[in-house]
């Protein structure tokens, strides 16, 4: 489910079989790695779509969390556990973050969440047909990836 009017309508209705929060992760620059950062967000948010309408009636997909590339890791990890708190709290069984920023794999041991990093392919320079070959597979992976997380805790 999207964090739209519509969705939250399901959702409300159904909230005891959504038991997964997906937040995407977007990394926001604007030095030298401003367009690694957009390509970054790009590539997720384009890896997300598919992946919430796969898993429509299990899962909400939230908008996304910017926030600025150069902050201090002891930030992000204050951002991220205020994400988690407020996510379980809320009853939901399992908590993913998504990016393509590296910097969160070397915090994944602080938080109680799953991430799921993923690296960022540079597309814009694809044809869209090669581009939606390596999407289309990226996403194979991704769903799969989810499937195998959710057996760990059955």
């Known amino acids: 489910m999207k964090w739209v009017s519509q969705d939250m309508d399901m959702f409300l209705g159904a909230r005891e079989y959504v038991d997964t929060a997906v937040l995407p992760l977007?990394?926001?620059?604007?030095?030298?790695?401003?367009?690694?950062?957009?390509?970054?967000?790009?590539?997720?948010?384009?890896?997300?779509?598919?992946?919430?309408?796969?898993?429509?009636?299990r899962m909400i997909m939230l908008p996304g969390h910017s926030y600025l590339k150069n902050k201090s890791k002891e930030k992000l990890i204050e951002e991220a556990a205020v994400w988690e708190k407020e996510l379980f709290?809320?009853?939901?069984?399992?908590?993913?973050?998504?990016?393509?920023?590296?910097?969160?794999?070397?915090?994944?041991?602080?938080?109680?969440?799953?991430?799921?990093?993923?690296?960022?392919?540079?597309?814009?320079?694809?044809d869209e047909g090669a581009r939606n070959n390596i999407l289309e597979d990226q996403v194979k992976q991704l769903l799969q990836l989810f499937m195998q997380k959710w057996q760990e805790d059955v």
């Not at 069984?93 to 794999?105: G, L, Q």
């Not at 602080?110 to 694809?126: Q, T, V």
């Open 26 to 57: 977007y990394p926001v620059s604007f030095g030298n790695d401003i367009k690694q950062s957009v390509a970054m967000t790009e590539f997720i948010q384009l890896l997300t779509i598919p992946l919430e309408r796969q898993f429509k009636g």
């Open 89 to 126: 709290d809320n009853g939901f069984k399992h908590v993913f973050f998504v990016t393509s920023d590296s910097v969160w794999k070397s915090l994944e041991g602080e938080l109680k969440a799953g991430l799921i990093w993923l690296p960022s392919i540079p597309l814009a320079a694809m």
